[in-house]
């Protein structure tokens, strides 16, 4: 019974609160009605229309001069216009330039070797060589022993049996003293 009592209060309030907007509604129609007739009686003076037909030919007259003069305004501003945006466009473009925004190039990938790339660095006046592999020293490799008696083996099984028993063991002991 208490939900029904809250709903019904609820549906009350929503009809009264629609009520009250329709009628504000209705006065803000009646109120821009006034607004519109007002605007128009101050800056619309009421068309008298004159009896004789050149009276009627100087109206028309007057009315052709107001709406030549309204012509030449918005040909002027439309100069106007026009002018300022190319000098609006003029100005990006430099500004653009001055910036260095426009579109560049993709480069491509020079393969330059290092003497090259200080030869176009410093000009031709310098000269740099950096050609590292000249300026290592060559190194010679000296023959040992071991690795002459290594390469002179020949057959293994020769080897060995010089190597086996009492005598191998001696000539060992005596090559290495």
Same mark, same amino acid.
């Given at each position: 019974?208490?939900? /029904? ?6 549906? *009350?309030?929503?009809? &009264? $609160? ?18 519109? =007739?007002?605007?128009?009686?101050? *800056? ?8 004789? $037909? ?26 106007? &216009? ?28 020079? /393969?330059?070797?290092?003497? =090259? ?7 031709? #006046? ?7 592999? =000249?300026?290592?020293?060559?190194? #010679? ?28 063991? #001696?000539? $060992? ?5």
């Amino acid at each position: 019974k208490r939900n /029904r009592a809250i709903t019904a209060r609820r549906q *009350h309030l929503k009809s &009264v $609160m629609l009520q009250i907007a329709a009628t504000e509604l209705e006065k803000e129609e009646t109120r821009r009605q006034s607004e519109k =007739a007002n605007y128009l009686s101050e *800056h619309c003076p009421p068309l008298h229309l004159p009896g004789s $037909m050149s009276e009627v030919q100087d109206l028309c007259r007057q009315l052709h001069a107001k709406v030549d003069a309204a012509e030449e305004e918005k040909y002027d501003m439309e100069m106007k &216009v026009q002018k300022s945006t190319k000098e609006l466009e003029d100005m990006n473009q430099k500004l653009f330039d001055l910036r260095g925004k426009f579109k560049r190039p993709p480069l491509r990938r020079v /393969r330059m070797s290092a003497d =090259a790339m200080l030869k176009a660095l410093l000009g031709s #006046k310098h000269k740099v060589c950096m050609d590292l592999r =000249a300026n290592l020293k060559q190194v #010679k490799k000296e023959d040992t022993e071991k690795e002459r008696d290594l390469r002179d083996v020949g057959d293994w099984r020769k080897n060995i049996e010089e190597k086996s028993g009492m005598e191998g063991r #001696k000539k $060992m002991f005596e090559t290495e003293s």
